[in-house]
């Protein structure tokens, strides 16, 4: 059974850093793509990054030299480290299994529970 | 950025009785449409891809339809676990990952 768990929420001020972790059970981080998702409150769903099997990554312009995507393939665990945070990106992070369509653009067969970041002074 | 749009954004249904739900899309997305469950607290669960492909493990009463710009998901006979909010997804196009509809919460009548 897949089994994604993400720690590391919480409150943070303006401007700070936070790093999100996301332990995999049941499934190989390495071998899949992955992405982060994000759901501020009472809002909808924001694709935010993603990590190619090969390496390869990409982000939303909203998070674009902010974010930085990795993983660890030795703990199984896939990674968001947050810089410069703004009011803006407080949300509940998911991370999700990804998979890429022939058109090229994603969605996202297993999700975490989440794990919330609340940017705030 | 295609905009995705869902009506009702709220529908009351008593348990047993079916449920129809539309996502629209501001330009076609072939059948590169993907459906989501959210229940409160809890992450999104995959339902249907490809406009119509049920996700492993999703029962039979979840259908999907619908290509280019219309889509509709159907639940044939609601039951108690299935009140929740309803989020389409169309990865035809950019952004990356998709762009999402605003959702449609599925409540007890």
């Known amino acids: 059974e897949v089994q994604l768990v993400e720690t590391g929420g919480g409150l943070i001020q303006p401007g700070g850093s936070l790093r999100l972790s996301c332990a995999a059970s049941g499934f190989t981080v390495s071998s899949n793509y992955m992405s982060w998702v994000r759901q501020a409150p009472g809002k909808g769903l924001e694709w935010v990054s993603v990590i190619y099997s090969g390496g390869s990554t990409y982000y939303a312009d909203s998070v674009k030299g902010r974010f930085t995507i990795s993983r660890d393939n030795s703990k199984n665990t896939l990674y968001l480290q947050m810089n410069s945070l703004r009011a803006e990106d407080t949300a509940v992070y998911y991370c999700?299994?990804?998979?890429?369509?022939?058109?090229?653009?994603?969605?996202?067969?297993?999700w975490g529970q989440g794990t919330l970041v609340t940017v705030s002074s | 950025e295609i905009v995705m749009t869902q009506s009702p954004a709220t529908l009351s249904v008593s348990p047993g009785e079916r449920a129809t739900l539309s996502c629209r899309a501001s330009?076609?997305?072939?059948?590169?449409l993907a459906w989501y469950q959210q229940k409160p607290g809890q992450a999104p669960r995959l339902l249907i891809y490809?406009?119509?492909t049920r996700a492993t493990g999703i029962p039979a009463r979840f259908s999907g339809s619908g290509s280019g710009t219309e889509f509709t998901l159907t639940i044939s006979s609601l039951q108690s676990e299935d009140f929740a909010v309803y989020y389409c997804?169309?990865?035809?196009?950019?952004?990356?990952?998709?762009?999402f509809g605003g959702g449609t919460k599925v409540e007890i009548k």
């Open positions: 490809g406009a119509s």
């Open positions: 330009q076609s997305v072939s059948s590169n």
């Open positions: 997804q169309q990865y035809n196009n950019w952004p990356l990952g998709g762009t």
């Open positions: 999700a299994s990804t998979v890429i369509a022939v058109a090229g653009a994603y969605y996202f067969d297993y």
